[in-house]
C-alpha cells in the first residue's frame, strides 16, 4: 500500500525558512512533486524532481526561494523554502507519479497535507 506522509510545517514570520519533508512507502516513483492550496483558491504546482535528482521544475513564484530534493535510499522528498512570504501560505502536498510533469492530473498519489502559514 502506498503511503506519502508530510512532516515539517508551521508559523514562520515572512522572511523566515521552513522545511517540509515527505516519506514515501509500498514503492518508489519516478517523480516526486510538492504542490499547495490556499483556501478558496485551486491546487497548484510548487516543484518537482525525478528519479535523478537532475531535473527539477518550480513555479514561477518560488523559483530562487525553494530547493527541491529527494534521497532516494531513504525514499524522501525535501522542500526547504527560504525567504517565505504571507502568500506562501498554504496547505502543502507531497505527491508522486510515474511521469516528471508539472501537471497536478500527472501524480497518481498524495499525501494529506500539511499547513504552512507565513505572518507578515
Known amino acids: 500500500q502506498v503511503q506519502l506522509v508530510e512532516s515539517g510545517g508551521g508559523l514562520v514570520q515572512a522572511g523566515g525558512s521552513l522545511r517540509l519533508s515527505c516519506a514515501a512507502s509500498?514503492?518508489?516513483?519516478?517523480?516526486m512533486g510538492w504542490f499547495r492550496q490556499a483556501p478558496g483558491k485551486e491546487r497548484e504546482f510548487v516543484a518537482a524532481?525525478?528519479?535523478?535528482?537532475?531535473?527539477?521544475y518550480y513555479a514561477d513564484s518560488v523559483k530562487g526561494r525553494f530547493t527541491i530534493s529527494r534521497d532516494n535510499a531513504k525514499n524522501t522528498v525535501t522542500l526547504q523554502m527560504n525567504s517565505l512570504k504571507p502568500e506562501d501560505t498554504a496547505v502543502y502536498y507531497c505527491?508522486?507519479?510515474?511521469?516528471?510533469?508539472?501537471?497536478?492530473?500527472?501524480?497518481?498519489?498524495w499525501g494529506q497535507g500539511t499547513q504552512v502559514t507565513v505572518s507578515s
Open positions: 505527491a508522486a507519479s510515474t511521469v516528471f510533469m508539472k501537471a497536478t492530473t500527472a501524480y497518481q498519489y
Open positions: 509500498g514503492r518508489t516513483f519516478y517523480a
Open positions: 524532481i525525478n528519479w535523478g535528482g537532475i531535473s527539477t
